[in-house]
Structure formats: C-alpha cells, structure tokens
C-alpha cells in the first residue's frame, strides 16, 4: 500500500529541507511538526540553526523557504518558522481518490506485514460476574485487534479464560448448599450462588477448606469434579458468546487457564534449573532477587496445587512456540501491574530474551457504574439498559415524526452498544473515569450515539442528492471549511498508526470527534449561505464535488467507527 497523502507530503518537505540544509534527512524527522493550522499543515523551526549559522532564525527561515520547492506545497516563511501549506491541488484530489480507492479500509496501512501480534483480553472468570474492567479489556482489546489488523499486523486474538482455580471450588462447594438444581445451567444462579460461598469462605475456615479441597480434586483429574466443572464452565461460556456476539467480538483463539492442566511441570523444572526455585513456607516459589516487602512468585502452593502466575508462565511460553510473535499484549486492569511485572522478569531470568516484546496494557477504573436494577453490576444488566434507554428515545422519535425506521429495537441495539464502546474508549486508557449514563447517550455530547448520527446524517445527504457522480471537479472544494475537513479525512492514516503504537484507541475517538465537528461546521455554513449548502441548487459542478466530499467523509467516518468496534447504522 502507498503511504498516506499525508505522510508522503511530510516525507518530502523533510526530505527538501535536508537537501537544501545538506543534513540526512533522518536528522529532521522529529522536527517537523504539525503547523498551527492558520499558518499551514508542517513547520519547521529554524531556532536550532542559528548558532551554527551565525544568523537570526527569521533570517534562515526566509532564505530556507525561498530555496523549497516541494510540488503540491506551498512553502512560505513566517518570523522564524518555515510553513508548509497544502495546495488546494492535487492534494485534494489525492484525498478524495485515496479515500474512494480504499473505501472502508481507508486508514490503514502496511507497517504490520509480516508480523504478528497476540493479543490476550476480555478473559472474564468463569461462574464469576463479568466485571465492568473485563468489558473495558474487550473494548479495548477488540479496537487494538482492528487497529492492529488494519495495519497488515496478524493478529491472534486469545480469550484466556479465568477457568482454573478455587473459585470453581466455591462455586461447586456453594452449589451443594445454596443451588437450586433446575437452574444448574443458569449462570445468574451461579453467579448468586458464587457471591453467597464467596462471603461464607470468608468468614468460615472449614467452608474455605472444603471450597479448596474440590479445587484440588480437579487438579487430580477426579472426572467426578471435572464433570461438574465442564457443566458450570459451559453454562458460563454460554453467557459470555451472547454478550461476545452483541459487542460484535470474535476471538481466534478461546484458551483459558484450564488449557494448561498438565503442561506446567515441565514449565517448573525449567525454572528449577534456572533461576532456581525455593521452597518457602512449604510452597514452591521462584528463586529472585525479590525487593523488600515484594511478595514472591508462587509457583504451588503447599497443597502441590497450582496458581494463576504458574498458568501465565506457561501460557507465556506456549503462545511463543506456536505465534513467534513480534508483540505480545496483556489488556489488564491496572491494579494487576505487579504480576505482569512477575512474570515478564521471570520469564527473562529463564532467559527468554523475548519476553521484551511483552507489554502489559493497562487501564483505569470505572467509577460510579450502576443500573436501575441496583448495584451489583452485571454486564448483560449494563448493555439491557442502554439498549432500553436508547429505545425509549428512539420511540419517541419515531412519534414524532424525527425518524423513521422499521427496526426500532435493531436499531436501539446498535446505537446502545456503540454509547457503551465509545463512552468508554473516548478516555485515555490509562486514566479512571466515571460512568454516568447521559454522558454516554446524549445525542449532544462527545458521544457514540453523535458519532453515528454524523455518520447517518452523511448517509441522508447522499441519498438526498443522489450519490456521488461518476466525475467531478475536486478544485472547486476552495471553502476553508472544505479545506478543513479534507485535512481531517487526511489526518486518519497516520492516526490509526499512533494510536496502534501506543496502543491508545482514544486517539481514533478523539479524531473522529475532530472530523464530525468539521464536517458539522461545514455542513451548517448552508444555514446561512444558500451558496453554501452541500446539495446546492443550480451549481451542479459544486454540488457534484460537495457530495464527493460528503462520501468521504462517510467513508472515513464509518472507518474510524468500526475500528472503535461501532456499528455504523445508515439511518437514524
Ligand atoms: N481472568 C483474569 C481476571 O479476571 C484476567 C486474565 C488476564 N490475562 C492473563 N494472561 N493473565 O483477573
């Protein structure tokens, strides 16, 4: 694939500048930065020279600036900057084409070629209640799988259970006491079941001990415990694939911890030999250097049985024998920041050099997430309740003659979903945020459901007029507003690239709301100006190139919008 109008553009002001400054152009690279835009699209300060130069930077600018000749960019002098400045042409037919051309794929690109990327998130616990923080690791993990596909990446998408441990002990253990055995295969009863044995455990010792005694007996292969284990891990899976399948998230790979009962003795020994394990207080741990106050890594505990870091650790391993990946992803709440931390160093102190391609993608917490049902969220409750709320309003609509639809409830389930996935991946993944449902909704707002309304309301515009002709004259899109929004659509490739890197789907929410506020600028300029209006009336060139505008924006768009995991509706 071609790289990006944008960044060719870029390439060859930088690539200009070096020549005329006889430098690499390697040297420039960083210093070119985005221009504000009244002045231009790229500016390079010339403070830097002027010592070797012996001349004032307005000075260097000027005669810099007289020397540039980049075809397709203006480049002019201004104090000590010298700015480069799109030219109406061809850039904006580059635009238009680039995007037409490459239709909903517009965006990404080809950096990933070759390589691999696993990517380990959603991983809910079994016969436990999904928590809000797993819904952020499958927002997150879904957009940084797009992302990442988008840019020619592989992309091996592991759901990695939470179907191991003692938990199923509590559970089963609880089921004997508190279960209702008609609802066995109901995991809202599991779960009320979970959250009674939870709190009895805590409370009473034996309780706890019995709870760990199944768990143990799973470990031993008993099949009476592996049957009940497979009953309650079924109906659990169950729950999850129907949430899975209305967020629109499919996994390569469905692995959980239990995948590797039975694969971790050689994983132990390995360790044995290097850097050692000790026994400490009866149980196995790994032989390190540990900080003060630092828990160890538990290997077993001192019942043989196995832990949630002894999983990770073969996991780990295995992941790298079959994918040889170039990146491997953890999305994991913050608060799990020390295991990740564990396991990388044990892994590098086994001397797999590889665990530096690891990285633990961490975010923040939701405060403040509750239902009308009341607090004890569960996810199926949080996604039921914004598809109501979005009904009521949509109905509403629809009464009064707003908007017209023939699949109201579809509908309301598209934009629902696409509130929760944006009002949460609008923040930087790494702050905490609070929930509030008229932040997530609000057709106002920096919102999904705006987002999608931009979306439609291009859509209509298209329609109205008919579509895109078969030509037309991009030079005749001279509007600074026009102007505006082109250079939005051209922002997105390079966007898609950072946000990719740093793995931050907040930068595609933030350029989308970027180009819906362009585009909406623009659009509303109509409002006043009858010249002005998109479908304008007897200007049928203008017009033609409007709704190529239009489209694009359409397209780009609904690019950004499925990369964030958002349905796209056409209508609304
Ligand atoms: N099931 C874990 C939890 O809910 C998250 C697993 C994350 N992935 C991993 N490889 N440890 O806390």
Wanted: proline share 5%; glycine share 8%.
């Amino acid at each position: 694939m071609n790289p990006s109008v944008y960044s060719r553009y870029r390439t060859a002001f930088v690539e200009a500048l070096a020549q005329a400054l006889g430098v690499p152009a390697s040297e420039l690279e960083s210093q070119v930065k985005p221009a504000d835009p009244a002045h231009g699209d790229f500016s390079f300060p010339t403070f830097p020279l002027a010592k070797a130069q012996k001349k004032a930077p307005p000075a260097i600018a000027a005669s810099l600036a007289q020397g540039i000749k980049v075809p397709g960019l203006d480049v002019v002098a201004a104090g000590p900057y010298v700015n480069a400045k799109f030219a109406l042409m061809p850039f904006t037919s580059e635009v238009l084409d680039a995007v037409r051309s490459q239709g909903a794929r517009y965006g990404g690109g080809d950096v990933g070629a070759g390589k691999t990327v696993v990517i380990d998130y959603s991983s809910p616990n079994i016969a436990k209640p999904i928590a809000f923080h797993h819904i952020r690791s499958t927002m997150i993990g879904h957009s940084l799988a797009n992302l990442h596909r988008a840019l020619g990446y592989k992309v091996e998408g592991i759901n990695y259970l939470g179907d191991w441990g003692k938990q199923f002990g509590l559970v089963a253990v609880g089921f004997q006491e508190y279960g209702d055995p008609a609802r066995r295969n109901d995991m809202a009863h599991l779960v009320e079941v979970y959250v009674k044995a939870n709190k009895r455990a805590e409370a009473e010792p034996a309780f706890d001990e019995r709870a760990r005694d199944f768990f143990r007996r799973m470990e031993a292969n008993d099949p009476e415990a592996l049957a009940l284990w497979k009953e309650f891990r079924d109906t659990s899976l169950r729950d999850f694939q129907r949430i899975y399948a209305r967020l629109g998230v499919k996994f390569e790979h469905m692995e959980g911890e239990s995948f590797y009962q039975g694969k971790m003795e050689p994983v132990i020994e390995e360790i044995a030999r290097r850097p050692g394990i000790k026994q400490s207080e009866g149980a196995t741990i790994v032989d390190l250097p540990y900080e003060e106050n630092e828990p160890p890594v538990l290997l077993k505990k001192n019942d043989g049985s196995t832990l949630y870091a002894t999983r990770d650790l073969a996991a780990a391993i295995d992941r790298h024998e079959r994918f040889h990946f170039d990146k491997a992803l953890y999305v994991v709440a913050a608060d799990q920041a020390l295991h990740f931390r564990q396991l990388f160093r044990v892994l590098k102190a086994m001397g797999r050099e590889w665990s530096d391609r690891m990285v633990h993608i961490h975010f923040g917490r939701v405060h403040g997430m509750s239902t009308r049902k009341g607090n004890v969220v569960l996810l199926t409750d949080v996604l039921d309740e914004a598809k109501a709320r979005v009904l009521e309003k949509v109905q509403e609509n629809i009464q009064a003659g707003k908007m017209q639809t023939g699949d109201a409830e579809g509908l309301a389930e598209q934009i629902g979903m696409g509130a929760i996935f944006f009002g949460d991946l609008k923040n930087r993944r790494t702050t905490d945020y609070t929930f509030d449902w008229e932040d997530v909704l609000s057709i106002e707002g920096h919102t999904g459901p705006y987002l999608q309304y931009a979306h439609a309301r291009t859509c209509n515009v298209l329609r109205k007029g008919g579509g895109v002709p078969a030509s037309y004259d991009p030079s005749l899109l001279s509007l600074p507003e026009e102007q505006a929004v082109l250079r939005a659509i051209a922002r997105l490739p390079v966007v898609v690239q950072e946000a990719a890197e740093q793995c931050e789907p907040s930068f595609i929410a933030r350029w989308l709301l970027d180009l819906a506020a362009e585009f909406s600028r623009y659009y509303t300029l109509g409002n006043q100006d009858r010249s002005k209006r998109v479908l304008v009336e007897d200007n049928e060139p203008v017009k033609a190139a409007r709704l190529a505008l239009t489209d694009a924006t359409r397209a780009a768009l609904a690019s950004g919008l499925t990369l964030l995991g958002i349905a796209t509706p056409e209508n609304m």
